[in-house]
């Protein structure tokens, strides 16, 4: 595969100076009251830079930090880059051996910290994780003071801007992300920039973004989806609305201000949108693109979304944080496809349906997914056993997920190997059952997963969250709608578990795992 003919070669520092060229007055980034221009963002990100450069960090190191999305997040992003360093960003929900874990693999010297959340000090999460780790040398605080070895952010934003300590070149290292998957210990990767930017100028190609759009992502930046879409938005030149802390209430109010047009996030985020007793049409018609990733977009809310949402063209999108946005629907693409396939390839990637041997299957034939691709890791961070087992021999990466194609290339996930539920001997994919469940009215988001029996193996028990204004569906309910729809008697669930909220992770997927552990 010659790759020399679409990367666009340029790096983080050099698209943020063709904006201050292009529009320095203009905005890069909008949050409650807040605006940041694209100036502006140079010169806070440039003194942070310098200041960073100041205490020691040198081009290669990896900076790790656990911060919300917040400007503070950005101006850091930039700063680092300009430095030449790594950046390795934490989730928030993550704790002690989980954070500990992420700041002591890549030998982090650096964290940056953001100021408490609900009771909770991520400054002494970092100060626990500097006793027991030597090499973390310095601790960054945004918006919270500490102990005299606590460097304020503030301080850094401050120091006077001296040009770039660094120069980096696009084949060059410049993030790092631990996978965020429902099955396995977090995993290292690797990103140069021309990996990652290149991706995100062709998904925002093809999903039509425009200098006038407003993008918010309410999924964490400390997730590549949440990255890959604030790229897009530096590439195509347009603001990025930030969204600190996700609440269906705080998602509603920023979407209110009307500075949206463009949002990027999951299943989960578009239900609660569309749950809003009340959001005014005008703004609601302002929203021209909605792009559903992390997990299985079931048929019937994208055909709620375009109903709801009369000028939004949903694009249902399908990535790893190994490869960024592998495939996705495009906003031409007739009904049918947007509400059950995910989509065809980005760019140049490539896609095969395989059987168990690795053989490459007919159009319509189930299988798993595999992808090779230049927006691919070609090994995990030191971690040799997981390459292999990923990663074949001539770039094809395992995806680990079940689907089919067509002959136009549309792809259909099915869900994942290791989700399958085994009652009896006979496999069966949950999210054939959660797809009609959804149709119930009082249910608004499902789960099945095997809970153990001893004569059995596996029976099924399901997780229901109610939907507003009503009581919660019984366990007969269900079983006579799946019975009415024709879903086989094996498949029905066999236990009923009312809950509130499904643990989801940062990128909305649902923890099975988590909820086995509750039955």
């Given amino acids: 595969m010659n790759h020399s003919d679409f990367w666009l070669n340029k790096t983080l520092p050099q698209l943020l100076q063709e904006n201050v060229e292009a529009d320095p007055d203009g905005p890069a980034v909008l949050w409650n009251e807040g605006r940041l221009s694209w100036s502006e963002l140079d010169d806070r990100s440039s003194r942070v830079a310098t200041g960073l450069s100041q205490i020691g960090v040198q081009p290669g190191d990896v900076v790790t930090c656990q911060l919300a999305n917040r400007p503070e997040f950005l101006v850091l992003h930039h700063a680092l880059a300009k430095c030449g360093a790594i950046f390795n960003p934490v989730h928030m929900a993550y704790r002690g051996v989980e954070a500990q874990h992420i700041v002591d693999f890549p030998e982090s010297t650096l964290m940056v910290v953001g100021p408490s959340v609900k009771g909770f000090s991520y400054l002494d999460l970092a100060l626990e994780i500097k006793q027991r780790l030597p090499r973390l040398e310095r601790i960054i605080a945004v918006g919270e003071s500490g102990p005299d070895e606590v460097i304020p952010f503030e301080q850094l934003e401050q120091t006077p801007a001296q040009g770039l300590p660094a120069e980096p070149q696009p084949d060059d290292p410049f993030m790092m992300f631990f996978t965020s998957g429902t099955t396995a210990s977090p995993k290292a990767t690797l990103h140069t920039y021309n990996m990652r930017l290149t991706n995100s100028w062709i998904c925002a190609r093809d999903m039509g973004i425009q200098k006038d759009d407003g993008m918010l992502c309410p999924s964490p930046l400390s997730h590549l989806w949440g990255l890959l879409n604030y790229w897009s938005s530096v590439i195509q030149g347009c603001p990025q609305v930030l969204l600190e802390r996700y609440t269906p209430e705080e998602f509603r109010r920023t979407v209110s201000r009307g500075k949206t047009t463009v949002i990027v996030g999951a299943p989960a985020h578009a239900m609660d949108l569309l749950a809003a ?79 168990e041997k690795g053989q490459s299957l007919s159009a319509g034939q189930e299988g798993e997914l595999t992808v090779k691709s230049p927006f691919s890791i070609v090994a995990y961070f030191k971690n040799p056993e997981a390459t292999e087992k990923s990663i074949t021999s001539d770039g094809w990466f395992r995806t680990g997920d079940l689907g089919k194609m067509d002959e136009a290339g549309n792809i259909q996930i099915l869900g994942r190997k290791k989700e399958l539920i085994n009652r009896g001997g006979v496999k069966f994919l949950p999210q054939n059952v959660e797809e009609v469940l959804l149709r119930h009215p009082a249910v608004q988001m499902a789960a099945m997963v095997g809970m153990p029996d001893d004569r059995l193996g596996e029976r099924n028990a399901c997780f229901v969250v109610p939907a507003a204004g009503g009581g919660p569906p019984s366990l007969e309910e269900l079983c006579r709608l799946l019975e009415k729809e024709g879903t086989s008697k094996f498949m029905w669930p066999e236990r009923l578990e009312i809950v509130e909220s499904l643990p989801l992770t940062p990128t909305g997927k649902i923890q099975r795992a988590v909820l086995r552990e509750q039955l």
């Avoid at 790893?320 to 390839?345: K, L, S």
Wanted: proline content about 10%; overall charge negative; glycine content about 8%.
């Fill in 277 to 355: 007793p009340s959001l005014d049409a005008e703004i609601l018609s302002k929203i021209r693109r909605f792009a559903l990733s992390g997990t299985t977009c079931p048929s019937q809310l994208v055909g709620r979304m375009r109903e709801q949402l009369p000028n939004c063209k949903p694009i249902v999108f399908w990535g790893m944080t190994e490869m960024g946005g592998a495939f996705y629907t495009r906003p031409e693409d007739p009904p049918e496809i947007i509400e059950h396939m995910v989509g065809r390839a980005s760019g140049p990637c490539l896609v095969a349906v395989v059987d």
